[in-house]
């Protein structure tokens, strides 16, 4: 399993103090756990049976590394077969995917790998991708209910290219850990050409189909 290897901290701005925006979009099955995973990584909160998200949601959160301020502006998709033709509006010129799948179903694997092929195919070629196995918790469980086995998932992110972690959007296993790897691995020509930029703190909003939402919150990486 991946881990993080920078230090997140949750207060000052490294360097100049000027945020680099990075476009990201979640992606994946419905009932995966995308937006348990996004709203404990910008609002370090969880609630069991949430609603299917309509269309997408708009959220940012502030990351903080050693030699960089990422301001992720996320796009949280929804999972529905019939907003599958939507995709391309979130995930174009986006920076950073991530694509969740549930490991107690590995039907969503295999919908999580053709989540991966298009976005190879019709997204920013340097896009960087992260695989992530959401409720982990499930499989800590005396009667594991885990399907998909850690190995052959991460098998397949290295022969992909892609970052991967298994995650706990309940327990918070993680979660940190997905956007810090992906801050430090966007790459640096991008970073220095976008010094420019800044924006808003943390927060979240939910949206219907493409129209984003301005908020502002509290930082939580």
Request: contains cysteine; hydrophobic residues 40%.
């Amino acid at each position: 399993m991946a881990e993080a290897s920078s230090t997140v901290t949750t207060s000052g701005l490294p360097n100049n103090g000027k945020a680099t925006n990075v476009k990201l979009v979640l992606l994946g099955e419905s009932a995966v756990g995308k937006s348990s995973l996004v709203l404990r990584f910008v609002n370090r909160e969880y609630a069991e049976n949430r609603e299917p998200t309509i269309g997408a949601a708009f959220l940012t959160q502030k990351c903080h590394l050693n030699d960089r301020t990422i301001k992720f502006e996320i796009w949280d998709t929804a999972g529905q077969e019939r907003f599958h033709s939507l995709a391309p509006m979130y995930y174009r010129c986006a920076q950073a995917a991530v694509v969740v799948y549930d490991i107690t179903k590995s039907a969503t694997l295999d919908k999580a790998k053709s989540w991966v092929k298009e976005l190879q195919r019709q997204a920013n070629q340097d896009i960087v991708i992260a695989l992530v196995g959401n409720k982990l918790d499930l499989a800590d469980e005396e009667e594991s209910e885990r399907q998909v086995q850690t190995e052959e998932a991460k098998a397949y992110a290295e022969e992909a290219d892609l970052l991967f972690f298994e995650t706990s959007a309940k327990s918070a296993h993680n979660v940190d850990a997905v956007f810090a790897a992906i801050a430090e691995k966007i790459p640096l020509e991008y970073i220095m050409s976008n010094r420019n930029g800044g924006g808003r703190s943390g927060g979240s909003s939910r949206v219907e189909l493409s129209q984003p939402a301005q908020t502002s919150g509290s930082c939580a990486c």
